[in-house]
């Protein structure tokens, strides 16, 4: 008998094998899996539910002789209680017309049989035979793969191959005392299992009358279709929650879980332990604190989408206080009575790709409330509502909050349609749009007393309906190479008592009837590098309101901006200081195009200002260095249109406007003067270098080329 390794290849090459899972009982189709490449779906059969390997689907298609012992392809799951089939297939060509027995050489694990025990045998001139495995009570091992090996016998050949074979807790049955009897036996077995469901079942319900208590570390994994949208379902048939996880460790995944309902916490879900959900959807669940999900433990969300869930108080979609991880899941159509629509989240929060729609609460945080320290990146707030504050977030508590490359459009609330920050709560903001959002005060931002807006940097606040970003009390923040345009409002509003910085952005194409258009301020505003264009008001500063407190405005441009009167700037009871800046070009349909002073004025020039047109301005002391015109001799900047100018790296593409050459703004500040704050300005609006040969250009833009 040739034994050699060219013959273990040859056999290698024309052993071709399937294999069923199923039960073992009962009629019916079956499908055929190779341990190749899947298999294809077959007819017919003996029994059991057909399929694939748990958490796999079938390829279809032939199988190619010699494909088998490909990675993973030799591994055979017996279904606990049930029946898994291997079909052999014989090249005649290489074999030989004789006799053939095939049988197992080596120990299975315990509680697995071989049918027919000795082997299969398979007679001249046949080519197809099936081993069938069967697991039952004696099983000791769960996902435990043991080798054993297969070998083939004929007259004058033989071959040989390694098999893993292991026994895996698989649901097969919908009945609800089936499945629970099935846990409680699996449990006995294994720690921490995973419980598979049968594709045979696709798709398919188990109607639960009472909810699964998990006080044993367990993992359950069902399936999902083409279009990921999972095939199992755990569905409340009563008034009931579907789950209550003890102090455990526990998983689903690939499965869905609806309907439930609980007068307490969690309508289908209440967690005390660690839990993890993975492409789960949490669908149409009531409970008073969170609808879908209450947990007080960790929670890992990876693909979830919690849809069509009710809160009588907190949390429509989901209420966790521990430490949460939530990654590219969603929640839409939630809802909450009082707070949090989609999501109630207190600790720690970090959260990617994830999109909250249509989400809605009566009163605060139409998409999340937020309460401990959060990072969310790349995600959407779209056409959320709060009643009162909030419609896409509310935040309170937490000092340690970030927001990062998100989008925030189409909520709506009575204050903070954006994000409504509490008293004490403090926000990063990077990279984010706000746009198209509707709230009667902060229609992106609404900061409470005390609330801190850290940074807000490379963001884009654009045809929001309502003041844009508004102050309150005793507030700060500080917006940083950022854009706030064509708001149906004004665009920043800081309050006695606030302190907001605006630097390297542009505020433009805002419209209101109020007085203060673009930014008004009564607290203390700091303006440098910065655009203030195209702004109108029918009443007076289009541009730019200083009613009260301090204001110091450094590298400036105020241009197109068009009130009554004092288009680019009105200024009273508040002391202001104005340096290399350019207020010209700007309308009124009354007086003072450009600027206008009125009581309680404590104003200072510190030189190498351009201002257009001071007729009935009200203002003097102006600087040497400065230079004005009047009515009938206006001083023409010469600026291009507002555009996107460019920039370096790092810098929102915010509009500018150019320098056109031979304009009076252009090499005009001599070195000792180019600087901000006390400190040298080393870039312009965009970043770019500042100054270019001897002299800064006065105002935003700093052109490039060389005098």
């Excluded at 702004?535 to 901006?561: K, W």
């Excluded at 002391?621 to 920039?647: F, I, K, Q, Y």
Aim: charged share 20%.
């Amino acid at each position: 008998m040739n034994t050699s390794s060219k013959w273990l290849r040859s056999f290698a090459v024309f052993l071709v094998a399937s294999l069923v899972i199923g039960c073992g009982s009962g009629g019916g189709g079956s499908g055929k899996k190779s341990l190749a490449d899947g298999g294809s779906g077959g007819a017919g059969g003996d029994g059991g539910a057909g399929g694939q390997e748990p958490g796999e689907g079938g390829s279809g298609g032939s199988v190619e002789p010699g494909a088998w012992l490909e990675p993973d392809s030799d591994r055979i799951r017996v279904p606990l209680f049930g029946e898994t089939r291997v079909r052999v297939t014989l090249d005649r060509e290489v074999i030989g017309d004789g006799d053939v027995l095939i049988e197992l050489a080596g120990d299975l694990p315990d509680g697995v049989s071989l049918h027919p025990a000795s082997g299969l045998e398979i007679f001249a001139g046949e080519t197809k035979g099936t081993l069938r495995f069967s697991a039952g009570s004696g099983v000791r091992r769960l996902d435990r793969p043991s080798e054993v090996l297969l070998r083939a016998t004929s007259d004058g050949w033989s071959g040989e191959a390694i098999l893993r074979i292991e026994v895996a807790a698989i649901v097969t049955s919908d009945s609800e005392s089936d499945l629970r009897d099935f846990i409680s036996t699996v449990l006995d077995i294994r720690d921490n299992p995973t419980i598979w469901f049968d594709r045979e079942l696709s798709p398919s319900t188990i109607y639960l009358s009472a909810p699964l208590v998990i006080d044993e570390a367990i993992r359950f994994e069902g399936w999902v279709d083409q279009d990921e949208v999972p095939q199992f379902t755990f569905y409340a048939s009563g008034s009931n929650r579907l789950f209550e996880i003890g102090s455990v460790e526990a998983a689903l995944a690939r499965v869905r879980v609806a309907n439930g309902t609980s007068p307490g916490q969690g309508g289908c879900i209440l967690n005390a332990g660690s839990l993890r959900l993975e492409q789960v959807e949490v669908m149409d669940c009531d409970g008073n604190e969170g609808g879908g999900l209450y947990s007080t433990g960790p929670v890992e969300l990876d693909r979830v989408v919690f849809k069509g869930n009710r809160s009588q108080t907190h949390g429509g979609g989901a209420f966790l206080r521990g430490d949460q991880s939530i990654e590219n899941s969603v929640f839409q159509f939630n809802q909450a009575t009082l707070h949090g629509g989609g999501l109630v989240s207190y600790t720690s929060l970090e959260m990617e790709g994830t999109t909250f729609r249509n989400n809605q609460a009566g009163e605060m945080g139409g998409g999340v409330r937020l309460h401990g320290a959060s990072s969310i990146s790349r995600s959407i707030f779209r056409d959320n509502r709060a009643g009162t504050l909030g419609g896409a977030i509310y935040q309170a508590g937490s000092r340690d909050a970030r927001l990062v490359e998100s989008t925030l459009e189409g909520n709506q609330a009575s204050a903070g349609a954006g994000i409504y920050g509490h008293d004490g709560s403090a926000i990063t903001i990077l990279g984010t749009i706000f746009e198209g959002n509707q709230a009667a005060e902060g229609s992106g931002v609404f900061a409470r007393p005390g609330f801190l807006l850290v940074l807000m940097s490379g963001c884009a606040l654009r045809e929001n309906h309502g003041d844009a970003i508004v102050l309150e009390g005793n507030s700060e923040g500080r917006l940083l190479s950022s854009s706030v345009s064509d708001t149906r409002g004004r665009g920043i509003v800081v309050p006695p008592g606030g302190t907001f910085s605006v630097i390297s952005s542009t505020v433009s194409g805002n419209q209101t009837t109020n007085p203060g258009t673009g930014i008004t301020s009564q607290g203390v505003l700091r303006v440098i590098n910065s655009t203030i264009a195209n702004n109108r008001s029918d009443g007076y500063g289009a541009g730019l309101l200083i009613a009260g407190g301090a204001a110091t405005l450094e590298f400036m441009t105020l241009s197109g901006n068009t009130s009554a009167a004092g288009g680019a700037l009105t200024m009273y009871h508040s002391a202001v200081t104005i340096r290399t800046s350019i207020l010209a070009g700007n309308h009124s349909t009354a007086t003072s195009p450009d600027v206008l002073r009125g009581d309680g004025m404590a104003f200072t020039s510190g030189g190498y200002n351009l201002y257009g047109d001071l007729t009935d301005s009200g203002v003097t002391g102006l600087a040497v260095s400065d230079r004005s015109g009047t009515a009938e001799s206006p001083v023409d900047p010469l600026l291009e249109l507002l555009a996107d100018n460019g920039g370096e790296e790092g810098f929102l593409a915010t509009k500018t406007f150019a320098l056109r050459k031979g304009s009076w703004a252009l090499d005009r500040i001599p070195p000792g003067a180019c600087n901000a704050q006390g400190a040298p300005l080393e870039t312009d609006q965009r970043g770019m270098p500042r100054p270019v040969g001897e002299e800064c250009d006065i105002g935003a833009f700093e052109s490039q080329v060389t005098p």
